[in-house]
Nanobody, 125 residues
Framework: QMQLVESGGGLVQAGGSLRLSCAAS????????MGWFRQAPGKEREFVAA????????YYADSVKGRFTISRDNAKNTVYLQMNSLKPDDTAVYYC??????????????????WGQGTQVTVSS
């Protein structure tokens, strides 16, 4: 079993930046690809970004490409999401997720076994 805890959310103005962190504990981090998803009220949870175990492969939703960067520090069992040039449409609860198998980066919710509780990001216009 793995536990994931997100932090770093908050209120920012459009054009601003935030860095989200996801700290993992319990099950080993080794070999596990990670992802970020987000969900706005009344909407489906949508894929944001994913990163392979080694960090050598990253994958982004078109809506955030060029603005967001996913990274990880395996020594700290932590995944990050650097969010720049934030837009009001980025407002959502952001969730960290971990795969439960040896698969690589994926944009499918079903491929992720472990989920954090989420952290709120609000971008004002």
């Amino acid at each position: 079993q793995m536990q994931l805890v997100e932090s770093g959310g908050g209120l920012v103005q459009a054009g601003g930046s935030l860095r989200l962190s996801c700290a993992a504990s319990g099950r080993t981090f080794r070999g596990i690809a990670m992802g970020w998803f987000r969900q706005a009220p009344g909407k489906e949870r949508e894929f944001v970004a994913a990163i392979s175990w080694s960090g050598g492969s990253t994958y982004y939703a078109d809506s955030v490409k060029g603005r967001f960067t996913i990274s990880r520090d395996n020594a700290k069992n932590t995944v990050y999401l650097q969010m720049n040039s934030l837009k009001p449409d980025d407002t959502a609860v952001y969730y960290c997720a971990a795969r439960g198998d040896s698969g690589g980066t994926s944009d499918r919710r079903i491929d992720y076994k472990y989920w954090g509780q989420g952290t709120q990001v609000t971008v004002s216009s």
